[in-house]
């Protein structure tokens, strides 16, 4: 099987685990998953926070603003640096669009691997381009 092939089932089970999880609201899950360049990231959950990763392993890339619950019903964009506040969101398709606004530049597909493989393999494709 491909890394790509591998990547994409690695997200999509990721993607069905944070359904399954249940701390996300689905009307959420489901607006940032009808959002190809959210869906090809890895997602995970805080507490009641979407949350999306560059990379299929843990420790997780802290690169992507997050989304978390409003107690108004709305949702507050936070991130990528815990403390850092984006903004509000009426709306699950408000909030997803401020996450797209801020990914970083070729994000995506998640890659295979930790946030340490990750940051190697960027490094040594810099560095091919470079030559």
């Known amino acids: 099987m491909d890394t790509d092939a591998v990547s994409a089932a690695m997200v999509e089970a990721g993607w069905q685990s944070v359904r399954d999880d249940g701390r996300v609201r689905a009307e959420l899950l489901a607006a940032a998953y009808a959002e190809p360049r959210l869906r090809q990231l890895f997602p995970w959950t805080g507490i009641m926070e979407l949350q999306f990763s560059r990379c ?16 108004d019903g709305g949702y ?10 984006v903004g509000s969101a009426a709306t699950a398709q408000d909030a997803v669009a401020m996450v797209v606004e801020r990914l970083p530049a070729g994000c995506g597909p998640a890659f295979v691997g930790t946030p340490e493989e990750l940051a190697a393999h960027e490094g040594k494709t810099r560095r091919a381009g470079e030559g």
């Not at 507050?76 to 850092?84: D, F, H, I, L």
């Open 76 to 85: 507050r964009v936070s991130g990528p640096e815990r403390g850092e506040t």
């Open 56 to 71: 299929t392993e843990p420790r997780w890339t802290w690169d992507i603003p997050y989304v978390q619950p409003d107690a």
